[in-house]
């Protein structure tokens, strides 16, 4: 009879011990999702907000006028003696000089001269701000140095086309090595093509100098073009190729010091029925294979999830898009960040694999050389056939009622090159008339160079704030156990995930809130705070229960 009394007693006990950790895990579950939900998610939305100039803007500041206007590029030479020795020996020739990318940073406009032709004595350097110049032809500084863009030395900057400068004020400087790529003749440098990485916080220090393996950018046989920076894993650089034997999208990682190149015929090639086109007058016929390239941003916050409420769990809500196009091509492409950054990926992928990736999202009304992103999400592009500068807000449909044109101009918008925003929302845009310099066409009586300036709602894409879902869960860097770090640099590791399309590697890597990857920063937020003290005080009640028993 004791025996059963004691039995029934536990029995209860037990029961009153399962309702009330019952109670508790239900009370835990509750306050831990309406604190995630309400508050960690308040802060991420937080986080996600990008910065935005301070100013408004006005209507006359949206227009595009002229900052600066070139006949002819000059050079910021020592002396006028050593000016003539170099036009005497051939070292700079007037009329060869074509200025390409521009990037502003605090109080200098960088621009990038290739050298297509002979009598290029520098291929990077710098203007000062309109601002702070009166000039509206100044000449062009080189930087780092004179020595730093000597050519013939394969330590030195020889054929630099794009640039970009990331939000820590460091400019990736690719250099495709050769010279005059325009001119026939023996007369030619052939460097290494290289990428280096300038402090301009330090005047041009060099922090990074990466040579590219022949089997990725072969010397003599490439041509690396536009480049934009990912902030992801330690920094990524992603470059357009446009070379005719091997075009494609070379990508760099930072952290591992390692590059390998993605390729897609259907959306990096030339299209046909592109290739013949006129701008103000002069016929071309141009077979240019990918060449503009933006980088979109980390979140939209107009998706919705699959339940239609939290767009944060969304798992196509996590992916950064890169943006493309073939310059003989009126259309535009793009291919998810997080598939250009997997070299795993690329190696084992078939053509099939990295094609069902790529999104074709509809026809321009005409050629694109030159192409950027806002921190808004908004794509700036020129439209060579079309004298125009247009823009397409990226999370609204690319269509003809989408495609708007900001300026429109045959004389001062002739071949719109290169892009760069500055830190009061300024666009910056290259106008170098390149259809008339390749074909020897230009003038010098006339003006064939000017940079065009009107101000946006937005920064660059660079300054699109940290972003905490962008976890692929596939890259865990440690010892190889697992239990690593991250951005340890002893090594990086490749979780299994299933399937090998972008869809797929999104769902498993879907971040924050996904099955894998989830971040320890969330883990400790105060969701998890609270379930950390219910369990203590379950644990507390449970181990008081015991005693009383």
Known sequence: MSSFASSTSEVTRMSSVTRLFALLLLLGCTSGQQITNNDVQQQQLDILSPPTPASPTTQAERQFRVMYEWNVLDFAFATEDERSRALYSGRYIPKNVLISDCKPHTNRLYLTIPRMLPGVPATLGYVVRPENNGRTDPEIVPYPSWEMNERGNCSALQFVQGIAVDKHGIMWV?????????????????????????????????????????????PGNNYLNKVVVDDAYGG?????DNSGADPGIVVFSRRLVRSWKVRENNSM??????????????????????????LGPYYNPNLESDDGHDPLLGSQNYERNVYYCPLSSHHIYSLPASLLRDPEFNARATPRDILEAVIDYGEKSSQTDGMIMDNQGVLYYGLLGEHAIARWDTYKPFTPKNQQIVARDPTFIQ?????????EGYLYVTINRLHNF??????????????????TAGLSYVETPDNLFNSDAKYLYGDGSGTGESFVDNGLRFQSYEGTTPASSRLASAGI????GRSSSVAAGPGAIGS???????VFVVSTIGLAG
Not at 236 to 240: G, H, N, P, R
Not at 275 to 285: I, Q
Request: aromatic fraction near 8%; charge should be positive; proline fraction near 4%.
């Open 513 to 516: 809130f996904g099955s894998a």
């Open 236 to 240: 990524f650089a992603y470059i357009t």
């Open 415 to 423: 071949w719109v090159d290169s892009m760069g925003f500055d830190h």
């Open 174 to 218: 690719v250099d495709s090595g050769r010279t005059e790529t325009l001119s026939r003749g023996a007369d030619h440098v052939v460097c290494p093509p290289k990428l280096l990485l300038l402090d301009l916080k330090r005047n041009g220090t060099v922090l990074l100098r990466y040579q590219f393996p022949e089997s990725v950018v072969p």
């Open 269 to 294: 090639r030339a299209a046909r029925n592109s290739v013949r086109f006129a701008v103000n007058g002069t016929e071309l016929n141009f077979s240019i294979h990918i060449d503009s390239i933006a």
């Open 438 to 455: 390749v074909a020897g066409r230009l003038n010098p009586l006339e003006v064939n160079f000017r940079i065009l300036r009107g101000k």
């Open 532 to 538: 950390i003290a219910l369990l203590s005080l379950l």
